[in-house]
């Protein structure tokens, strides 16, 4: 049974920085990507960014290039996502995400982590 657990969020000053984790456990995940989402209050989930697991290639979406950076630790089976420069509206909830290399959707997801960026 493959597990998603997200760790790392809290409550941080603009400009501040977190780190978030996400251990996966049930399965290689050799194949796969990961992907970071988030859904703030009252809007839809968005897109954050993803990381080839073999090959560790990795994309970013606009609004946070630059100032997160996804990363994995294949000994610990662990995604990070290092977030620097918190804005407020960089608050949300948080999800990982895992799908096939070759699936266009993702297939398991965590449960979320909170992070608030205060002005």
């Known amino acids: 049974q493959v597990q998603l657990v997200e760790s790392g969020g809290g409550l941080v000053q603009a400009g501040g920085s977190l780190r978030l984790s996400c251990a996966a456990s049930?399965?290689?995940?050799?194949?796969?990507?990961m992907g970071w989402f988030r859904q703030a209050p009252g809007k839809e989930r968005e897109f954050v960014a993803r990381?080839?697991?073999?090959?560790?290639?990795?994309f970013y979406a606009d609004y946070v290039k630059g100032r997160f950076t996804i990363s994995r630790d294949n000994a610990k089976n662990t995604v990070y996502l290092q977030m620097n420069s918190l804005k407020p509206e960089d608050t949300a909830v948080y999800y990982c995400?895992?799908?096939?290399?070759?699936?266009?959707?993702?297939?398991?997801w965590g449960q979320g982590t909170p992070v608030t960026v205060s002005s």
């Open positions: 995400a895992a799908r096939r290399i070759s699936d266009p959707d993702y297939t398991y």
């Open positions: 990381i080839t697991w073999s090959t560790g290639w990795v």
């Open positions: 049930g399965r290689a995940f050799s194949s796969y990507t």
